[in-house]
């Protein structure tokens, strides 16, 4: 080990991939600016220093960030356990928006609310996470069982459950009286207490770590987590190590699911007052990119969440007052460094030029 | 309810299939080139999105439709490029370049709406343009098929030139084999001569340009303004198409013709009084159903074997 410090080279596996991380990220940086001056007409350094500084003015802002990350850690944390498996599953999308109606459905029912704090959290957390694990079952079944392709079947089911979740909650759970289609309240025991006061930050933020941490042990420290690791790199290594592919799948979308759905319940316990999503909240896709922006690590996942969601709040926090600025602006960094880092060859002709130099000098 | 049913076998539902169907196939057609040739094109609504954008914008300051049109297709080989470059040459994985590319596209375009109209909802606020449509000279006086085949966009009857085009083109010309050539084994394919990469740039390109005119029909003869999330899942109702069908271009044809029914069967029930989302989710049943039944099929052909 003490070599390690001795022998440190830009080329060598660890710090090439922080090298390129970083390249990546300066490139999706850099472009943003230049997108940024080509709109505004001017040279927009102003905004876009305040685009990169403005979250960390304040401890509100700050908590902003902290909150908006949540939900993107537990898409990317579902979506990880998917990628790793080498399953191409976006369901997390439709299961973040069901689970968040059935959520709602324990959540201003007064007969299933006990009135303590700590359980009704985290009863409703828990029944989305189960409502979520059992609709992931649907293309985990259709995978497991027929090896029907994942990808296309979880964005119908998307629209599907968008459909019918919307229709419950229309018919069963929307107040009259009121604009737009919302709940009623969720009575207050179900929603989480703030952590920080005098910001928007919940104690679904512990939840978040805790989950960072479990998903971790699962990947790294058990059999399962092997086996996971194992199959997403070689399809056939679950039929040979004896362990069925059936029950792999099926164990790997329930855990997705669930993790999907309790991102939900901690979401709408967290931030709303109600149910008003009238729309899918756009989570499966941006699961997907956490957990390739975060090279399909949990703690990866964790730093890319809170890299997109610090600019996403930038974005939103300058949009009231530049009329440039939006939050859907944060897509160029996302798709460049989504590009950049999936692709195997960024920078490699830079590495094995080195690599050749290197050679030379001692040869 | 009589008179629903009833309307199902005439003309004009016929017509309104036909009318939903377009979009459907572009996108059916533009995974199908690309995935023969062994890039599967995941970015099918991404680049709808766009198509359908960029043609609404430039029509608008341009004034013209057709330079319009010009600028969809530019888009369309753009955004091949793009997916071409990280996949053959950055060697990333197509299914992630794609996921990327619809994400982009769907908060991208959100943006741009912003700063061209400043809304984020539609570009009713810019004049654009739209194609024209087209009343076939004689077919228009027969009865029957002239109701139901004249009097479509301009972009439909280019839609099915393109169609028979790509037939051709992929079972009657050595350029069609050599495509299949590379989607079956891309070394294989070397080892006799052919250009692996040229040949799947030319196919990413088409597939993009395709991708792209779908987008432009549902924004600039469907309807004549763009709206954020206007493709709803179209392309990848094509890309499910392109699945069923299996490589056989006619069978990736009917099964976006019988996903088109499923569409236009919506267009008719949402005049009646069933809750609307409800009826909304019956094509992506349909898709899902067509998934699974050809899952099934495969799953016997293999225990066969």
């Given amino acids: ?343 195997q060859y960024f920078l490699r002709a830079w590495r094995s030029k080195q690599m050749l130099k290197e050679e030379q000098k001692n040869g | 309810m009589d008179n629903i049913l009833s309307s199902f076998f005439s003309a004009s539902f016929l017509f309104i299939v036909i009318r939903v169907g377009v979009p459907l196939l572009y996108a059916s057609m533009s995974a199908y080139v690309a995935d023969i040739s062994g890039i599967p094109n995941i970015a099918v609504e991404g680049i709808m999105i766009f198509g359908a954008l960029f043609g609404v914008y430039i029509s608008a300051i341009s004034g013209s439709a057709w330079i319009g049109l010009l600028g969809v297709i530019v888009v369309g080989i753009v955004m091949g490029l793009v997916m071409a470059f990280f996949t053959m040459k950055m060697k990333a994985s197509p299914i992630m370049i794609g996921i990327a590319l619809n994400l982009f596209a769907t908060d991208f375009s959100v943006w741009l709406l912003l700063i061209w109209t400043g809304t984020k909802g539609t570009t009713a606020s810019l004049p654009s343009k739209v194609l024209p449509k087209w009343d076939i000279p004689v077919i228009k006086d027969i009865p029957f098929i002239g109701e139901v085949l004249s009097g479509h966009y301009f972009l439909t009857y280019v839609c099915i030139a393109l169609a028979i085009l790509i037939a051709i083109l992929v079972y009657k010309t050595p350029f069609g084999l050599r495509m299949k050539a590379c989607g079956l084994d891309e070394h294989a394919a070397e080892s006799v001569g052919i250009k692996v990469n040229q040949v799947r740039l030319i196919a990413i390109i088409m597939s993009g340009i395709l991708a792209a005119l779908g987008g432009a029909y549902l924004s600039m003869g469907y309807m004549s303004i763009f709206s954020s999330n206007m493709t709803a899942s179209r392309g990848w109702t094509g890309i499910a198409a392109n699945a069923v069908g299996g490589g056989n271009f006619l069978i990736v044809v009917l099964t976006t013709f019988v996903f088109s029914i499923a569409q236009g069967v919506v267009n008719k029930l949402a005049l009646t009084e069933l809750p609307s989302d409800l009826v909304n989710i019956i094509p992506y049943v349909c898709v899902l159903l067509a998934m699974v039944m050809l899952s099934i099929q495969k799953m016997r052909k293999q225990k066969v074997k």
């Fill in chain 1, 1 to 343: 080990m003490k070599n390690k410090s001795k022998n440190f080279k830009w080329t060598n596996e660890g710090p090439f991939e922080f090298l390129r991380i970083m390249a990546s990220i300066f490139t999706a940086l850099l472009v943003t600016f230049i997108v940024l001056c080509v709109v505004t007409k001017s040279f927009a350094l102003n905004i876009f220093v305040d685009l990169l500084t403005y979250p960390s003015r304040s401890m509100f802002y700050f908590g902003y960030v902290l909150v908006k990350m949540i939900p993107l850690c537990f898409a990317g944390l579902a979506t990880l356990l998917y990628f790793r498996t080498g399953l191409f599953n976006l369901s997390t999308e439709g299961v973040f928006y069901f689970s968040g109606v059935v959520a709602t459905w324990v959540a201003v029912n007064p007969n299933i609310m006990t009135g303590n704090e700590i359980l009704d959290s985290f009863i409703t957390i828990m029944v989305a996470g189960v409502a979520g694990a059992l609709i992931a079952l649907i293309p985990g079944f259709l995978k497991a069982k027929l090896n029907a392709d994942e990808m296309v079947i979880s964005l119908m089911l998307n629209s599907i459950l968008f459909g019918i979740g919307y229709y419950i909650v229309l018919t069963y759970l929307a107040v009259p009286g009121i604009s737009g289609t919302a709940s009623a309240d969720f009575i207050d025991t179900a929603r989480l207490t703030k952590l920080i006061p005098k910001t928007q930050v919940h104690t679904g933020l512990i939840i978040m770590f805790v989950m960072v941490v479990l998903v971790y042990i699962l990947l790294f420290k058990t059999k399962l987590g092997y086996a996971i690791r194992m199959t997403g790199l070689n399809k056939n290594f679950a039929k040979y190590s004896g362990m069925s592919a059936f029950g792999l799948f099926m164990v790997v979308h329930l855990l997705a699911g669930f993790i999907g759905g309790m991102g939900s319940g901690v979401e709408l316990m967290g931030l709303y007052k109600k149910f008003n999503w009238s729309s899918l909240p756009g989570l499966g896709f941006t699961g997907a990119l956490m957990a390739n922006i975060g090279k399909n690590h949990p703690i990866g996942v964790l730093i890319a969440a809170f890299g997109i969601s610090y600019l996403r709040a930038g974005a939103q926090l300058l949009a009231n007052s530049n009329p440039f600025i939006d939050i859907s602006m944060i897509s160029i960094v996302e798709v460049i460094l989504t590009l950049l880092i999936s692709s």
